[in-house]
């Protein structure tokens, strides 16, 4: 898949399942199948954390999870790993801030989804349109899920960057639960991007299942 139009990315944008071993009980690609189910639209590998996987076994299990994104048409994002995504051949890379420069990460990943987070209006409005995709806008709430999350911002700084005609598409990221989903969406924002509201239930396809309708729900009554 190729970068999609602002359209299809903002749909596919809705419910964001971030991911990787350390989030997990069981193995990740399990519960990447079960969000898939309940209706995650789209699936990042974010493989951080002291011990994260490294190489063929990190590069092992982002192929199971691709596959399985691939089965049921869920385009997979590779979180700050460009040599992984171009090896497996994942739908999209997302980096942060210090990570890479953009310009450079696209030529390298050419027409594939790119995705940059962003914790500042000053940070959106130096996001190039014609190279990076969609932003990802943190931490909108505290969360546990990150060792180095900046201080949250609450949803206020998605309405100022819509109020500021930041046109790219935008997913909020960061203690997001479903108690707080509509906030978000109501802030501006075309979808949600969790770890701990999909991975930490019990249920992993029932949470997916309710957030994806709040978020549509939110979606319908802006
Ligand atoms: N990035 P949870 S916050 C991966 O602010 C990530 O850029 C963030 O996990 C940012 O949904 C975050 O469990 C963690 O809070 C999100």
Redesign the pocket.
Known sequence: MSRLEASRLRKSLRLYL?LGSA?CKIDPAIVVEEAIRGGVTLVQF?EKGGNALKGAEKEELARRIHTICRRFGIPLII?DDVDLAIAIDAEGVHI?QEDEPADQVRKRIGDKILGL?V?SMEEAELADHRIVDYM??????P????DD??EAQGPGVIREMKLKNVTLPIVG????SMERASEVIDAGADGI?????I??AADHGAAAQKLVCEVAASIERR
């Open positions: 971030v989030n974010r979180n942060g987070s914790h990802g806008v943190g931490p909108i709430f969360t546990l899920s990150k999350a900046r990221i960061g203690g997001i991007a969790v770890i701990s509201a991975t930490g």
